[in-house]
């Protein structure tokens, strides 16, 4: 049942992933990456990282690609044109899809290779808020106020960049 | 382990229904109460046996022959919409609704054939963050919607629509913040059974009562979340005829409009879920009743279950009649005034309460 | 349980996709969405080594990422739309005014 749970969403994972690389509507491919996201909350669930996942939700399908959509509705963007004729679209795209899948074949070598040994069982309470939150107010307190100033710069930055006039 | 397929498959159907009528419920109340209150009759055209009381209760109007007509409509694409996204919209405007529900609680436990039944769909340790997880996807129903129809009062409609949610997200998500830590959990069953002692034996001790700011906080923006009058501006009646679902018609209107009725219970089971108790009956405990006055009388379990069901759909179904009061009551906010609530008004009002709360929690534990 | 050396493949097929998704692609936006993609392939890898080692550590570093991804979307959406006012393209062959 796990197996064939992983099988789908892998497969479904798969094949939205190449729709947002390869659709030429830029709306839909963002769509693709929204449904992306969302199958992939669905595995870190299978993972036992249930906060993970909803934050993932929120985070990303509920703030990020909603404001990629905003800027593609903004700037009212239409199908993206070809730069060149379509066979040789086709075969520079077969190259690159080349190149793509002997990278991805030399990663999996490396992890077939890999001494990962035997998953451990999971500590009481993985995968729950207490754990990540106990880590990253004690453990990870720089990098977390770090964050915070970070998010902050972000909030500020994108307001005075896309003023219109630079007023 | 079919069992336990077969009782999460009955709890979801129950959940499910359960949304589903209340839904079907509101609509009648909405045409019906509006009517009251706006001194008209209502609904009444379809009528049954020739008139055998002398007013039309409007059941077979709502119920029965809007649906079906609804149905029978034919779904009318406008030139130079994308069909694919206009198929979407209306799924991702319900979908986020209906599964929000699946983290609530709407019983204790239901003790079976030496089986205890948890009578919430999802027994999730992190509830509170996917009801809030379930509600940001809720903002792509509305865009898609807008976007999808090639139509440009849609677009104003549903660009309108998505800022006011995105705002209003933030105090929601404040306001829970604030109940979350009231109780230090994000289990939403913990929550509810957390809820079941009583001050001096008497008042019961529900969430409003800890927490009565971040309640109104909850209540408002959960309004504006479901874009329900007074913040009704992306769907805008008098001005851009449906807003973000002008170009929408038969069944995915009313999927759509279903949508909205959804969101008003969903909004009202979590305020009924955090702040006044869930399923608790005052005086009410698994064994029966433990009245003032140390007088005890014991109730059959199914009782007890039964009590605290109806009790659960009794509160969403009054706070759910409080959203359409509010609604026939007040006007329409102008979309300048309606950000400035949102984010002038509730977001640091939702932050000071969080403070607030952070400072009485530590001076209460020491 | 699906071996974990299962999930990492999949997160090295979806970082692959990726990866190929920027170079392919001509919009600046999509090429945007295939980092986005990237770098969830990446947080895929972190929750599964953590789940194989029972530690939290993989799930902060993901909580890391998802705040900096978000930061850098919202920062680089914004430099697209300053460049879309100048130019009126998203095209990443006219944003190439810094080249020799």
Redesign the interface.
């Known amino acids: 049942m796990?197996?064939f749970a992983?099988l789908l969403l892998?497969a479904l994972?798969?094949g939205s992933?190449?729709t947002?690389?390869l659709h030429p509507n830029?709306?839909?491919?963002?769509?693709a990456?929204?449904a992306?996201?969302f199958l992939?909350a669905i595995?870190?669930v299978l993972?036992?990282?249930?906060?993970?996942a909803?934050?993932?939700?929120?985070?990303?399908?509920?703030?990020?690609m909603?404001?990629?959509?905003?800027?593609?509705?903004?700037?009212n963007?239409g199908d993206?044109e070809a730069?060149t004729e379509w066979r040789r679209r086709v075969v520079?795209?077969g190259l690159?899809?080349t190149?793509?899948?002997i990278?991805?074949l030399q990663?999996?070598r490396l992890?077939?290779g890999?001494p990962?040994?035997r998953?451990?069982?999971?500590?009481e309470?993985?995968?729950?808020?207490v754990?990540?939150a106990r880590?990253?107010f004690t453990?990870?307190v720089l990098?977390f106020e770090l964050?915070g100033l970070?998010?902050l710069?972000?909030?500020i930055?994108?307001?005075v960049?896309?003023q219109?006039g630079g007023r | 382990m079919w069992t336990d397929v077969g009782i999460a498959f009955a709890k979801a159907f129950a959940a499910f229904m359960l949304i589903l009528n209340m839904s079907a419920v509101l609509l009648w109340v909405e045409r019906k109460g509006s009517a009251l209150i706006q001194d008209r009759i209502g609904a009444n055209r379809a009528n049954i046996f020739g008139g055998l009381l002398p007013f039309n209760l409007g059941f077979i109007n709502t119920l029965l022959a809007d649906p079906i007509k609804l149905l029978m409509k034919e779904d009318a694409i406008p030139e130079g919409a994308d069909r694919t996204l206009h198929f979407l919209a209306p799924f991702l405007a319900v979908f986020p609704v209906f599964v929000t529900f699946a983290a609530m609680p709407f019983g204790d436990v239901l003790i079976v054939g030496g089986r205890e039944i948890n009578l919430q769909v999802a027994a999730l340790d992190v509830g509170i963050l996917y009801v809030l997880a379930m509600s940001s996807l809720a903002v792509y129903g509305v865009v898609l919607g807008g976007w999808a129809t090639n139509s440009r009062w849609s677009l104003l409609g549903a660009v309108r629509g998505s800022a006011q949610m995105i705002s209003y997200e933030l105090a929601l998500g404040l306001a829970l913040v604030a109940a979350v830590m009231t109780y230090g959990t994000l289990d939403m069953q913990a929550i509810a059974r957390a809820q079941g002692e009583h001050l001096g034996g008497v008042l019961p001790l529900w969430g409003v009562i800890y927490q009565p700011v971040a309640f109104l906080i909850l209540l408002i923006a959960g309004i504006a979340e479901s874009k329900r009058v007074p913040f009704d501006l992306p769907e805008g009646e008098s001005e851009l005829i449906a807003g973000y679902f002008t170009e929408y018609s038969g069944m995915k209107q009313a999927t759509f409009m279903l949508s909205d009725f959804a969101e008003t219970v969903v909004v009202a089971g979590l305020a009924a879920t955090l702040f006044f108790g869930a399923w608790q009956v005052p005086f009410l405990a698994r064994d029966g009743w433990h009245l003032p006055g140390g007088l005890f009388l014991a109730m059959p379990h199914l009782a007890v279950v039964g009590l605290q069901v109806a009790a659960f759909t009794l509160k969403v179904f009054l706070l759910c009649c409080f959203q359409i009061l509010v609604r026939w009551s007040l006007p329409r906010y102008r979309y300048d005034q309606l950000m400035d609530l949102g984010w002038k008004f509730l977001l640091p009002l939702a932050l000071a309460n969080v403070v607030v709360t952070a400072v009485v929690i530590v001076l209460w534990a020491s | 349980m699906v071996p974990i050396s299962w999930y990492l493949t999949l997160s090295a097929t979806l970082f692959a996709i990726g990866a190929v998704g920027v170079v392919i692609r001509r919009n600046v936006i999509v090429i945007l969405m295939a980092i986005e993609l990237m770098l969830n392939a990446v947080n895929l890898t972190f929750i599964a080594l953590a789940r194989q080692l029972g530690s939290v550590d993989g799930q902060v570093v993901v909580f890391f990422v998802m705040a900096v991804a978000a930061a850098e979307a919202a920062v680089g959406l914004a430099i697209i739309v300053a460049f879309f006012r100048n130019r009126e393209s998203v095209n990443v062959d006219d944003l190439a005014s810094l080249r020799w």
């Open positions: 796990g197996t992983f892998a994972l798969i992933a190449l947002v690389i830029p709306v839909k491919s963002a769509m990456l929204v992306t996201l992939l595995v870190f993972l036992g990282a249930h906060m993970i909803v934050l993932q939700i929120i985070v990303y399908t509920g703030a990020i909603v404001l990629f959509l905003f800027v593609i509705m903004l700037l963007l993206e730069a520079l795209r690159a899809g190149v793509g899948g990278v991805a990663l999996v992890i077939a890999a990962l040994g998953m451990v069982d999971a500590p309470g993985y995968g729950g808020a754990l990540v880590s990253l453990d990870y990098p964050t970070l998010l710069v972000a909030v930055g994108p307001v960049l896309a219109r």
